[in-house]
Structure formats: C-alpha cells, structure tokens
C-alpha cells in the first residue's frame, strides 16, 4: 500500500477486524485505522497506566519495553499524556510496531491529545497503526475513553498495567481484560504511593507481577534471549559501576562505592550513557539493561 494511502483514514468492517477483537462480546461496529495493522502472528500486549506518572512507572515502563526488543511483539496502547505515551515511544525505540487507539477520531484536526500528534505520525512511518471505532473528525469526551478502553484490552492478547489509581481508566481496562479471559500482569509499585494502589490491588487479586523484561518473555510464553550484559562486552570499570548500580544512586555516593574519583567516573558514566546502559534523571543514575 502507498504511503499517501497509509496516511488516509479507512473503514473497516467486521469481517476484518482483527482475530483477537472479533472474540471480545461487545465489538464495535466499524473500525477506522490509519497506517499499517501489524503481522497478526505478533503478540499484542497492552501497556496502560496513569497520566500522572511517576519517575518509577516512567523508568519501569521504559525498561521493561526496552528488552523486548528483537521479540515479535507489538504495544498496543492509548496515546494519551503520560504512561501511554510513554510505553508507545519506548516501544519505537526498541524497534517495536505499535498501535495507538485514542479516545477520539484519528482525523488530526481532532486527534487527542494534539501533544502527541508528532508522536502518532511516528507511529504510522515506522510500521503501526492508529485505531479507532470513532468518527475521524469526532472529538473527544469524556464518555470516549472508557468505550476506546474495551479495544485496547480486546486488541491484546495481555495487557501490562504500570501504576494505576483505585479508581481510574487503567483498572477499567485490566477489569475488561480479564472478563475477556486475557491474561493481566502488573508492575508492583510502592505502598506509599496514590499510583500503586490500584497496580498492587489487581496483583492481590491475582494478576501476575511482573519487575523485569525477562519476566514478561516467560509470562508471555516466549524464549528468553541472552541478556544484554551477556552480549555487550563491557570494561572491568563499567562492569564495577553496573554492579554498583543495583538501585538508582547519587553520583556521589557512587563514586564512593567504586572508588573512582569524579575525574575518573565522570567520563565513564557519559560513554556508558551513549551506550544506553546507564541513565540519569533527578540527579540519580540508573542501570538501563
């Protein structure tokens, strides 16, 4: 299909929807797409979460996404602010398809959020689709997202829950998820915050936790692959700082801990970030694999 073709809103009905939304009791009527519907042989797992979220769900959802890579597996989510967003650009920097279905037409002059129109046109170039049983030049509403919820949990074949308030769009999605018969994992989040609440709840309640990429694969039914450590070949230095690194760490404090001085560690730690094993956000360093 040509690309002026990829960029057009079309219909589709039924009969050609995808296998998966076909099964859920209360499919929609029509569909528009945009962009390419990944290879349906892929496994579709759904991403959701909180918009306000916090460095932890921000830095889980990147990392949890990020060793996906070089696994059939596209991320299906909502295109909203916040963990949405974040789980569609992490997957395009994995090398992931992705589909985004908003709580609006795809239309652009009504595409919600108008913030994350640069993002959805990255979408479409690099392989996915956006999605949706609205009108494209419908608006958003606030009775929009609940419906476009049920499509996400039908679309996916799991669904990832990081950070969810008690009350919110995301345990409406891993609710339909379930009645769905789909399997629901959740990332276990701290007891002391408002965004965790509803993620520890539906663990409580039997979805399956999940605090690493390799967990995810064996949920997933797939074969794990070498880990990144195995695959790069780091210096005796950067090894030093990885195993340092076991929770984020002032630089510091982890000068202290590898006995390098800040001459030494400071140009360590720029190589290492272009390397994507470490990254540093609030003033804190992270391990990236």
């Given at each position: 299909m040509s690309d002026e073709k990829l960029k057009l809103p079309r219909r589709i009905t039924f009969n050609d929807f995808p296998a998966l939304l076909k099964e859920i009791p209360d499919p929609p009527k029509e569909l528009y797409i945009e962009g390419e519907?990944?290879?349906?042989?892929?496994?579709?797992?759904?991403?959701?979460?909180?918009?306000?979220?916090?460095?932890?769900?921000k830095q889980s959802c990147e990392k949890i996404i990020a060793g996906l890579r070089g696994y059939n597996i596209v991320i299906v989510?909502?295109?909203?602010?916040?963990?949405?967003?974040?789980?569609?650009?992490?997957?395009l920097d994995a090398g992931l398809k992705t589909v985004a279905i908003p709580g609006s037409g795809?239309?652009?002059?009504?595409?919600?959020?108008?913030?994350?129109?640069?993002?959805?046109?990255?979408?479409?170039r690099n392989g996915g689709a956006l999605l949706s049983e609205f009108e494209p030049e419908?608006?958003?509403?606030?009775?929009t997202f609940p419906i476009r919820n049920r499509i996400i949990a039908g679309l996916s074949h799991a669904t990832l829950v990081i950070e969810a308030p008690l009350r919110s769009g995301t345990s409406i999605t891993a609710r339909l998820a379930l009645?769905?018969?789909?399997?629901?994992y959740a990332v276990p989040?701290?007891?002391?915050?408002?965004?965790?609440?509803g993620?520890?709840?539906?663990?409580?309640?039997?979805?399956?936790?999940?605090?690493?990429?390799?967990?995810?694969?064996?949920?997933?039914?797939?074969?794990?692959?070498?880990?990144?450590q195995e695959e790069i070949n780091f210096t005796d230095n950067e090894r030093q700082i990885l195993d340092a690194l076991s929770e984020p760490t002032e630089r510091d404090e982890l000068s202290r801990s590898v006995k390098l001085t800040p001459r030494e560690l400071n140009p360590l730690l720029m190589t290492m970030e272009i390397k994507g094993l470490?990254?540093?956000m609030s003033g804190k360093i992270f391990k990236n694999i």
């Open positions: 519907f990944p290879n349906e042989n892929s496994i579709f797992l759904g991403v959701v979460g909180t918009r306000k979220f916090s460095t932890y769900g989510s909502g295109l909203a602010i916040g963990i949405d967003a974040i789980a569609h650009r992490a997957a795809i239309d652009r002059s009504v595409l919600h959020p108008r913030s994350n129109h640069r993002l959805a046109d990255e979408i479409i419908m608006p958003a509403g606030i009775h009645e769905y018969n789909r399997d629901v989040g701290s007891i002391f915050s408002i965004n965790s609440i993620s520890n709840k539906l663990i409580r309640q039997g979805a399956t936790p999940i605090t690493s990429s390799d967990e995810l694969i064996d949920s997933l039914g797939l074969n794990p692959k070498e880990s990144k470490i990254k540093e």
